[in-house]
């Protein structure tokens, strides 16, 4: 698998474009509509995302995706932020983005999508729906965990208890170390973040 990463929209969030056969892709968020040339210009054609929850910065380039044939995935228990005043758009003085979801998952699904297979894991607490995606040694965690940080939990559905329990019971048991793709900022570890992140105790 190749990942290549594209910060994208009104707050840089990163969008992940993985690869198995160099042709298809499927992207993980999706910030800004950019994204599509991006693909393009690295021989890719987008054929789904995978939202890691419903906020702005991470869907505004959703619309401009679903036109031109992209299937969009969310949490099943995330629709109602999705398309909701909640996804925060109004923060960004923008109108909020109408776009189909194609399909639903919930915690423990496994994806095949474009040769890969990629699981759901459920992590409320920067949202209620929020997820996180594994393939492999990857571990896409959007605004749940970041480099020696964790998201935010004062918008609408979050809660901060549960915030640091999803990333203790579910991401930081997981077997071996993972290569963490963070929603915004760099590149991060289980096994770094177990160790230097301070604010999981």
């Not at 892709?25 to 054609?45: H, Q």
């Not at 929850?53 to 932020?81: Q, Y």
């Not at 048991?173 to 289980?190: A, K, Q, Y």
Request: aromatic letters at 10%; hydrophobic letters at 40%.
């Amino acid at each position: 698998m190749k990942i290549y990463t594209k910060p994208a929209g009104p707050m840089g969030a990163n969008t992940y474009l993985l690869t198995e056969d160099d042709k298809t892709a499927v992207a993980i968020d999706c910030g800004g509509e950019e994204v599509w040339d991006y693909a393009l210009s690295k021989g890719l054609k987008i054929e789904y995302v995978l939202l890691t929850h419903g906020h702005f910065d991470h869907i505004a380039g959703c619309p401009a995706l679903a036109a031109k044939g992209v299937k969009i995935g969310a949490a099943k228990s995330e629709l109602p932020l999705l398309q909701s005043k909640a996804n925060l758009a109004f923060e960004f003085g923008a109108a909020s983005p109408e776009f189909p979801v194609s399909f639903t998952f919930e915690d423990g699904d496994a994806l095949s999508l474009c040769g890969m297979e990629i699981s759901v894991i459920a992590t409320p607490g920067h949202t209620a729906g929020g997820v996180c995606f594994l393939s492999g040694e990857n571990l896409f965690t959007g605004d749940t965990l970041f480099f020696e940080s964790v998201g935010r939990t004062d918008f609408p559905t979050g809660n901060a208890a549960q915030l640091i329990r999803s990333i203790k019971e579910k991401l930081f048991t997981l077997s071996g170390d993972r290569r963490v793709f963070p929603g915004h900022e760099e590149e991060t570890t289980l096994a770094h973040e177990k160790q230097y992140n301070s604010l999981i105790r």
